[in-house]
């Protein structure tokens, strides 16, 4: 993209990294690029600031991940977070040791006069998450923030241009953290605040002419927002005889997905999409597979094969793929050296990064969040409909239909009654969910993220009488995954409304299974719609989950509301919605349960698998 003023955001571990890149691009107006600790220094001499990530190293420990030094000997401003924090008062001769008890959750900031805390009120609410903290000032620095459990919360030395924050202004629980972050990135650093749709779509289009020079662009478009916009931004940069757009029919999608894909995107001025049915080869490629990694890089390399054939005689002359990659495909793909492979998307396939080494494929929107996505769509003109649906996975429903063989039906039996005593203690100790809460162990497993790592555990099926406690009950869900080993999400059953353990099943991708999870996947979104729901909620994935009571199978409804999709939380649903929908869902053959997942993100991924 074009010149803009810099923040690198260095990455020590985990996705706060990214968290703090996008607070900053979305809320202040200024770009942000993500950096390896071990960046060279050179790399950076042009950026205006850096931010020190937090991470879950302890500063001390043998293979924590460790900073550039040099970069310390920039003359530009540096803010520390956390582990950040750390480096910086390791550096300068200060003392970092382990707190008397880990700290998780809200503190009460009390601060002192310094330009990073303008327009801060005293006693802000901040948010901590550390067991390690500064113990000794380095020499020339000097405290402007403490805790009742953390005398140095904060500290400065103007002279060097250097300052850390042991809590975490980037997460929404600190109260004033946008103006903290603003602070240091404008007045601080003196950044242009000029990262801005205009702005994007402008160096979008010239960064398109660039790397495609001469040649000609075959794009997969999916219908989804994402490859949406990048199909209208390659018409916007380049003559439409140079661009082919493909719509392949997975068998996969959505209920009519596909000819609503092609007749919306005709009316966007694409005179040339073609439609190629691929269902029965993708049914085929995935009958018998169960493992979420596996149905993933299958659906992955489908996805290159079917370009590459219908690129046809383009396939030997020049030509480059185009697709509609963001910033949550790389960082979950395990794109940075410090993120773990939480889920392989199908745009991160060995073969795709192949192509990427060779110079064969363009990502126009790479650098984008979704929510800088959608403003970059509205910018091109496109509908309100297109930009605003909800998010849809490239593998489709085949990572939203969970799968399992004989083999995995007995471990999970196995694994669900070894957890099961932990989740009961877990509930009785409880303060809320002692007396009105009963759970039990699926014996199925689901993909999640603990400690920015990806886990492969159980979910935990709820039971609550009456009126839905929606607060209670995240509360709840997020305190019981946190402290049991096995289970990593929470649903809370709808119907059957009576404590009842269901039989768990073999089951794999099928067309009669796909067509199943379509017809549920058609009634849940419908019935956002009917209750005005639609637009409030982020994204909502129906699961189809291979346990039942009557040789049926269990419907999950999944609502989130997410701006950036690294963390999502519950979106709440009102009885009206299940009074309607549970009944119609019910109705159809080969459903006998439904529940609605209510763990946010982490530790529950958004989709399943």
Same mark, same amino acid.
């Given at each position: 993209?074009?010149?803009?003023?810099t923040?690198?955001?260095?990455?020590n571990?985990?996705?706060?990294?990214?968290?703090?890149a996008?607070?900053v691009?979305?809320?202040?107006?200024?770009?942000?690029?993500?950096?390896?600790?071990?960046?060279d220094?050179?790399?950076?001499?042009g950026?205006?600031?850096?931010?020190?990530?937090?991470?879950?190293?302890?500063?001390?420990?043998?293979?924590?991940?460790?900073?550039?030094?040099?970069?310390?000997?920039?003359?530009?401003?540096?803010?520390?977070?956390?582990?950040?924090?750390?480096?910086? &008062?390791?550096?300068?001769?200060?003392k970092?040791?382990?707190?008397? %008890?880990?700290?998780? +959750?809200?503190a009460?900031?009390?601060?002192?006069?310094?330009?990073? /805390?303008?327009?801060?009120?005293?006693?802000d609410?901040?948010?901590?998450?550390?067991?390690?903290?500064?113990?000794?000032?380095?020499?020339? %620095?000097r405290?402007?923030?403490?805790?009742e459990? *953390?005398?140095?919360? =904060? /500290?400065?030395?103007?002279?060097?241009?250097?300052?850390?924050?042991?809590?975490h202004?980037?997460?929404?629980?600190?109260?004033?953290?946008?103006?903290?972050?603003?602070?240091?990135?404008?007045?601080? *650093?003196?950044?242009?605040?000029d990262?801005t =749709?205009?702005?994007?779509?402008?160096g979008?289009?010239?960064?398109?002419?660039?790397?495609?020079?001469?040649?000609?662009v075959?794009c997969?478009?999916?219908?989804?927002?994402?490859?949406?916009?990048?199909? &209208?931004?390659?018409? @916007?940069?380049?003559?439409?005889?140079? *661009?082919?757009?493909?719509?392949?029919?997975?068998?996969?999608?959505?209920?009519?997905?596909?000819?609503e894909?092609? @007749?919306?995107?005709?009316l966007?001025?694409?005179?040339?999409? @073609?439609?190629?049915d691929a269902?029965?080869?993708?049914?085929?490629?995935?009958?018998?597979?169960?493992?979420?990694?596996?149905?993933?890089k299958?659906?992955?390399?489908?996805?290159?094969?079917?370009?590459?054939?219908?690129?046809?005689?383009?396939?030997?002359?020049?030509?480059?793929?185009?697709q +509609?990659?963001?910033?949550?495909?790389?960082?979950?793909?395990g794109?940075?050296?410090?993120?773990?492979?939480?889920?392989?998307?199908?745009?991160?396939?060995?073969?795709?990064?192949?192509?990427?080494?060779?110079?064969?494929?363009?990502?126009?929107?790479?650098?984008?969040?979704?929510?800088?996505?959608?403003?970059?769509?509205?910018?091109?003109?496109?509908? @309100?409909?297109?930009?605003?649906?909800?998010? /849809?996975?490239?593998?489709?429903?085949?990572?939203r239909?969970?799968?399992?063989?004989?083999?995995?039906?007995?471990?999970?039996?196995?694994?669900?009654?070894?957890?099961?005593?932990s989740?009961?203690?877990?509930?009785?100790?409880?303060?809320?969910?002692?007396?009105?809460?009963?759970?039990?162990?699926?014996?199925?497993?689901?993909?999640?993220?603990?400690?920015?790592a990806?886990?492969?555990?159980?979910?935990?099926?709820?039971?609550?009488?009456g009126?839905?406690?929606?607060k209670?009950?995240?509360?709840?869900?997020?305190?019981?995954?946190?402290?049991?080993?096995?289970?990593?999400?929470c649903?809370?059953?709808?119907?059957?409304? =009576?404590?009842?353990?269901?039989?768990?099943?073999e089951r794999?991708?099928t067309?009669?299974?796909?067509?199943?999870l379509?017809?549920?996947?058609?009634?849940?979104?419908?019935?956002?719609r009917?209750?005005?729901?639609?637009?409030?909620?982020?994204?909502?994935?129906?699961?189809?989950?291979?346990?039942?009571?009557?040789?049926?199978?269990?419907?999950?409804?999944?609502?989130?509301?997410?701006?950036?999709?690294?963390?999502?939380?519950v979106?709440?649903?009102?009885?009206? %919605?299940?009074?309607?929908?549970?009944?119609?869902?019910?109705?159809?053959?080969?459903?006998? =349960?439904v529940?609605?997942?209510?763990t946010?993100?982490?530790?529950?991924?958004?989709?399943?698998?």
């Amino acid at each position: 993209m074009m010149d803009h003023d810099t923040i690198a955001v260095v990455d020590n571990g985990g996705q706060f990294a990214h968290l703090i890149a996008t607070k900053v691009r979305d809320l202040v107006r200024v770009k942000t690029v993500i950096v390896d600790p071990q960046t060279d220094p050179s790399e950076l001499a042009g950026t205006k600031g850096i931010i020190l990530s937090g991470g879950p190293d302890s500063i001390h420990e043998e293979g924590s991940i460790q900073l550039n030094q040099d970069i310390l000997d920039l003359d530009i401003p540096v803010l520390g977070l956390c582990y950040g924090m750390h480096e910086i &008062a390791v550096r300068y001769g200060g003392k970092v040791g382990r707190s008397e %008890f880990k700290e998780y +959750g809200f503190a009460s900031l009390r601060i002192e006069d310094d330009p990073i /805390f303008k327009g801060v009120p005293q006693g802000d609410r901040v948010w901590m998450s550390h067991g390690d903290k500064v113990t000794l000032l380095p020499e020339g %620095f000097r405290t402007i923030g403490n805790t009742e459990n *953390c005398p140095i919360a =904060a /500290f400065s030395d103007p002279q060097r241009k250097r300052w850390g924050f042991q809590f975490h202004p980037e997460v929404e629980d600190t109260l004033h953290g946008e103006e903290m972050l603003r602070n240091f990135a404008v007045d601080i *650093c003196m950044a242009r605040q000029d990262w801005t =749709a205009e702005r994007n779509l402008e160096g979008i289009v010239t960064d398109i002419r660039r790397e495609v020079g001469e040649r000609n662009v075959l794009c997969l478009v999916s219908g989804g927002v994402d490859s949406t916009v990048v199909a &209208a931004l390659l018409l @916007k940069a380049l003559p439409q005889e140079r *661009c082919r757009f493909v719509h392949i029919d997975t068998g996969l999608m959505r209920e009519n997905e596909s000819g609503e894909v092609m @007749k919306a995107l005709k009316l966007q001025g694409l005179r040339d999409l @073609k439609v190629v049915d691929a269902s029965d080869r993708y049914l085929d490629e995935l009958s018998g597979k169960v493992e979420p990694e596996e149905k993933r890089k299958i659906i992955g390399r489908l996805f290159i094969d079917l370009i590459n054939e219908e690129a046809g005689e383009a396939a030997s002359a020049d030509w480059v793929l185009a697709q +509609g990659t963001l910033y949550p495909d790389t960082i979950e793909s395990g794109g940075t050296r410090n993120a773990d492979v939480i889920k392989t998307h199908h745009n991160r396939v060995d073969v795709i990064m192949r192509m990427i080494s060779e110079g064969r494929v363009i990502e126009p929107v790479k650098e984008l969040y979704k929510a800088e996505v959608r403003e970059v769509g509205e910018k091109l003109g496109l509908p @309100k409909e297109l930009v605003h649906r909800h998010p /849809f996975p490239g593998p489709g429903l085949g990572i939203r239909a969970l799968c399992q063989d004989g083999g995995m039906i007995g471990k999970g039996r196995r694994e669900a009654a070894e957890v099961q005593p932990s989740v009961d203690r877990g509930i009785h100790e409880d303060q809320w969910g002692r007396d009105n809460v009963k759970g039990l162990v699926l014996p199925v497993r689901s993909v999640g993220v603990k400690g920015d790592a990806r886990s492969y555990e159980h979910p935990v099926a709820l039971w609550v009488g009456g009126t839905i406690p929606w607060k209670e009950l995240k509360l709840f869900s997020t305190r019981l995954v946190n402290k049991t080993q096995g289970i990593n999400r929470c649903v809370l059953m709808i119907e059957p409304d =009576a404590v009842r353990a269901p039989d768990p099943m073999e089951r794999y991708i099928t067309k009669s299974r796909m067509d199943l999870l379509r017809g549920a996947d058609a009634l849940v979104m419908d019935g956002l719609r009917r209750h005005g729901l639609y637009d409030t909620i982020w994204q909502c994935p129906t699961v189809l989950v291979p346990v039942g009571y009557t040789g049926g199978e269990m419907i999950v409804i999944r609502p989130v509301w997410s701006k950036r999709a690294m963390t999502a939380e519950v979106s709440e649903l009102p009885p009206a %919605f299940f009074r309607d929908v549970v009944p119609e869902l019910l109705s159809i053959d080969g459903i006998d =349960a439904v529940a609605v997942d209510v763990t946010s993100k982490p530790p529950g991924t958004i989709e399943w698998e």
